[in-house]
């Protein structure tokens, strides 16, 4: 059954347009009145609903009872990742919210290939945004992860965020994936773009709490290298 993400609240017994993007996804389905599809607002659970018109450019439905279902890893994990090239930082983005991360943090780096400011940045996360959207719709989330702005490395360094474990993918890194603790519930990733990070940008990081960690002898893209820590976490202390 398809599954879309509106952003605006939802509620049983209301009746709806949907918004332009969501109903031309209706309309490439090909749906008709009468059939079944599920909607979730991000805010918790997913409601049934039936579309209802199938107009040229619009479509409205009826929101139906609404599921208190739970899909949300019990571990808070946030991403912080350096810009990458188009493909490959969507990729991130999109594989990251499958796996379950809770929020992702675009910075940009001292091998960031086009760094990003301004409007063109603000453009990039909203793109993001909608990456992540999409994947909830695929894999059954019922809560979109916040990407936030995009801004320096430099700058969340200087403010790093509160968690268990902050970690460094790094192959210079001295911590393997067996010498974390036997619990967590709060972690923080970073990943370095294309080149990796910098030399000073790494021993910044340590300095600031994060940890360098080593996976194995080979090195990972880094559209690869977040999704395959954020698994072996999710197995580790989450849901896996």
């Known amino acids: 059954m398809p599954r879309l993400y509106l952003d605006l609240p939802l509620a049983s017994g209301a009746n709806l347009s949907l918004p332009e993007e969501a ?5 490439v ?26 107009g040229k450019r619009s479509v409205e439905v009826a929101v139906g009872a609404h ?9 808070d994990i946030t991403l912080v990742q350096a810009v990458a090239a188009a493909e490959r930082m969507d990729y991130a983005i999109q594989k990251a919210t499958e796996l379950g991360v809770g929020r992702i943090a675009p910075v940009n780096s001292a091998y960031t290939q086009g ?3 301004g409007e063109r940045a603000e453009k990039r ?3 993001w945004q909608g990456v992540a959207a999409a994947a909830c719709e695929q894999s059954g989330r019922t809560r979109v992860p916040e990407v936030a702005t995009v801004r320096d490395l430099a700058e969340l360094l200087a403010t790093p965020p509160q968690a268990d474990l902050k970690l460094l993918l790094s192959p210079r890194g001295a911590t393997r994936l067996a010498d974390l603790p036997a619990h967590a519930a ?33 090195v990972l893209r880094t559209e690869t290298a977040g999704a395959t820590l954020i698994a072996l ?8």
């Not at 599921?67 to 571990?75: D, F, K, M, N, Q």
């Not at 080149?195 to 960690?213: H, I, K, Q, R």
């Not at 976490?233 to 896996?240: I, M, N, T, V």
């Open 186 to 218: 709060r972690v923080v990733l970073l990943v370095g773009p294309e080149g990796g990070l910098s030399p000073d940008e790494e021993a910044a990081a340590v300095a600031a709490g994060w940890t360098g960690l080593v996976l194995g002898p080979r």
């Open 67 to 75: 599921h208190a279902v739970g899909r949300e890893s019990p571990l």
């Open 23 to 27: 109903a031309r996804h209706v309309q």
């Open 125 to 127: 996360r909203a793109h």
């Open 233 to 240: 976490l999710q197995a580790r202390y989450g849901d896996f």
């Open 115 to 117: 760094r990003m400011a």
């Open 29 to 54: 389905l090909r749906l008709q009145p009468g059939d079944a599809l599920t909607l979730f607002d991000g805010r918790g659970g997913e409601y049934d609903a039936t579309v209802t018109q199938m």
